[in-house]
């Protein structure tokens, strides 16, 4: 399948460690933000999402996190799995609107 | 119904040449959206239609771009005249209500030569 990864930041870890992935937002008025994971030759997939009253939530095996003040979001993916190789990106909006702006991705591969 | 299915998968054109696309979303889904994403980039937002109401529209929508939804179920985006700068994925999503958990479908991947 094709490659939506091409010169995208690359994270690479060792299957069953964890791992962290950074997404800087730009717009300090939203205050809904997603994560999508996105594998070659298939459309975005939601993973997880966070609203802004919250700095933390948890599904399964994955965690985002939000600091508000410095417009940061991660995602921590527990005991990585070479199916969890994909691009991921972050996405932010402003409850209520339709537009959904996704950031820069970042490419995860495990390293069986 | 298992999710949002596009077509075609690709789509080769030559420039100037009108291409549609076809998406139809899953059944109880009444939004629907257009994302535009070139490689290595994230996806654009390109339009959105609640049932079939068009109501909202990306500047990235020059006027050589249309869609439509005529009942509320699949939808058409056409691109007259085609452009080498129009040469990207085509992503189609629904979605019940405002969520933002959108089902994308895999997308038309459009290359204009």
């Known amino acids: 399948g094709e490659s939506v990864g091409l010169h995208l930041p690359t994270l690479s870890v060792q299957e069953g460690d964890n791992s962290i992935i950074n997404c800087a937002y730009s717009?300090?008025?939203?205050?809904?933000f997603i994560w999508y994971k996105q594998e070659s030759g298939k459309g975005p997939q939601f993973i997880i999402d966070?609203?802004?009253?919250?700095d933390k939530r948890q599904g399964q095996r994955v965690t985002v996190l939000l600091n508000k003040t410095v417009k940061h979001l991660s995602l921590q993916i527990a005991a990585t799995q070479p199916g969890d190789s994909a691009v991921y990106f972050c996405?932010?909006?402003?409850?209520?609107?339709?537009?959904?702006?996704f950031g820069i991705g970042t490419k995860l591969q495990v390293i069986p | 119904d298992t999710g949002v299915s596009q077509n075609p998968r690709h789509k080769i054109t030559k420039r100037g040449q009108n291409v549609t696309f076809r998406c139809d979303p899953i059944?109880?889904?009444?939004?629907l959206y257009w994302y535009r994403q070139t490689l290595g980039q994230g996806p654009e937002f390109l339009t959105y239609?609640?049932?079939?109401?068009?109501?909202?529209k990306s500047r990235l929508l020059s006027d050589r771009f249309s869609a439509e939804r005529p009942k509320g179920s699949f939808s058409t985006l056409e691109i007259q005249r085609t452009e080498q700068g129009d040469s990207a994925m085509y992503l189609c999503?629904?979605?019940?209500?405002?969520?933002?958990?959108?089902?994308f479908g895999s997308g038309t991947r459009l290359t204009v030569v």
């Open positions: 999503a629904s979605s019940p209500d405002l969520n933002y958990g959108y089902t």
């Open positions: 059944s109880e889904h009444n939004r």
């Open positions: 717009n300090s008025a939203s205050d809904y």
């Open positions: 239609f609640q049932n079939e109401a068009q109501l909202e």
């Open positions: 996405a932010e909006t402003i409850a209520g609107y339709q537009k959904v702006t």
């Open positions: 966070i609203r802004s009253n919250m």
